[in-house]
């Protein structure tokens, strides 16, 4: 409150520094016009920064820490069976790092938990933004980070490229460069995005050369159909969790039509697929126990489904799978 206050008095010093100068004293001193307007311009800016109106520009509107985006501190249980880093040989830091940049040019963030242990492998969620989006935006538009980095992830972001094999291979070779400075389990790194994000990320997991990358998969609004992937030989059995709206007019039918695929290439029983409680359905009898699950939304296609706390739970319960 009392920011806004100094707020209100600063512009009408300024009002009045302006028309009315001779009305501003110091004691017995006549302060002239531009002393006025010096003061209440400084008093304006230190009201408006204290309320909240002016924040820091910096290179990026990421500077301003949203709800989604707020690192959380992970419990780790350490067992004789966890993978560890050697002390000193990762050079990557707790919290956030903004900056980093592939060797082609894409920038990524990467963000750990609070309480970040160096010497301890963490899952990593890569995440691959939708068309036009930066990785804040896409941050911003998925909320991953909070609930990821509680459940133990490091959780990573990309800035989109237009789509090509070329860049799909540069932009699946981003969770290798983050394991380079931080403590990454490489048998466990999950990959997730939205509409050209959800595209890549389901590609990298069938794409000669990449393929081997992913320990499960949960894309969203994908734009490859049944038909694009009947061309290309099915992996190995891969957990993959696949969300798609029905009222999606941009790639309409596609979610039911991949999922179908998946089923197939991880050896999932022909019959009906089961309904669970949060209404999405599961394919039961898949190879090597994989979960195949297919998430069906209402929104439009630009619409992120609220599925967060599923999303992580199943990849937590992918991870010993490899």
């Known amino acids: 409150m009392i920011f806004w206050v100094l707020t209100v008095l600063s512009i009408v010093l300024l009002v009045v ?4 100068p001779e009305w501003i004293r110091f004691g017995q001193k006549q302060l002239g016009r531009p002393t006025i307007i010096g003061v209440a311009v400084s008093l304006l800016v230190i009201g408006l920064s204290g309320a909240g109106a002016i924040q820091s520009t910096g290179t990026h509107k ?10 959380s ?7 004789n069976e966890t993978r560890q880093c050697e002390p000193g040989t990762k050079s990557g830091h707790a919290g956030s790092s903004n900056e980093e940049q592939a060797s082609a040019g894409i920038r990524y963030m990467v963000k750990t938990p609070s309480n970040y242990n160096a010497t301890i492998a963490h899952p990593l969620l890569m995440v691959y933004a939708p068309a036009r989006t930066n990785r804040y935006q896409s941050e911003d ?3 991953l980070t909070h609930e990821a980095t509680a459940a133990g992830f490091i959780v990573a972001y990309a800035d989109h490229r237009t789509m090509s094999p070329k860049v799909i291979g540069e932009l699946a070779a981003i969770p290798g460069l983050i394991e380079q400075k931080w403590c990454v389990d490489h048998k466990r790194i999950v990959l997730t995005g939205h509409s050209d994000g959800g595209t890549v990320a389901m590609a990298i997991a069938f794409l000669d050369g990449t393929k081997h990358i992913p320990a499960a998969i949960a894309p969203s609004a994908a734009g490859i159909r049944g038909e694009d992937l009947r061309a290309y030989q099915c992996p190995a059995p891969l957990p993959v969790m696949l969300m798609h709206s029905g009222q999606d007019t941009l790639f309409p039918g596609y979610g039911k039509e991949a999922i179908q695929w998946w089923a197939v290439c991880n050896g999932c029983e022909a019959t009906p697929p089961v309904k669970d409680a949060d209404g999405c359905v599961t394919y039961k009898g898949c190879k090597n126990k994989v979960a195949t699950r297919y998430c069906e939304g209402t929104g439009s296609h630009t619409t992120w489904p609220a599925k967060n706390k599923a999303i992580i739970e199943f990849f937590r319960s992918s991870q010993d799978l490899r």
């Open 17 to 20: 520094g302006i028309v009315k």
């Open 62 to 71: 990421a500077e301003v820490v949203k709800p989604g985006a707020v690192l």
């Open 73 to 79: 501190e992970a419990v780790y249980a350490v067992t």
């Open 141 to 143: 538009f998925v909320h």
